[in-house]
């Protein structure tokens, strides 16, 4: 059951409420004991789940983030690295391999 914010309009007492989702909104202040009260809107409470049964991944340490970061960094530098090798192996391999016909004499 969800706990409700409410205020009083005569006397601007603020106050919570444990209540049903399905139960009528409070009138009455508590206070003033007058029907002003209405349910204010509210940031709710935070949840965090915690346990078994969740993503692994949800709530990592910052020593984990850190290492995961460096690594796809690591990763990310060694495919430049081969790409542009790759692209220099290519370019060496036009350079070696110009035709050359060698007429023999039978």
Known sequence: ???YEYRCNACDNKWEEFQS????PTKKC???KKARAE???SAGGGIIFKGSGFYQTDYRSDSYKKGADAAKKASESSTATASDSAKSDSSKAEKTSSPSK???SD
């Open 39 to 41: 349910r204010i809107i």
């Open 21 to 24: 989702i399905k139960a009528e």
């Open 30 to 32: 508590p206070k003033c």
């Open 102 to 104: 060698k007429e023999s």
């Open 1 to 3: 059951m969800p706990t």
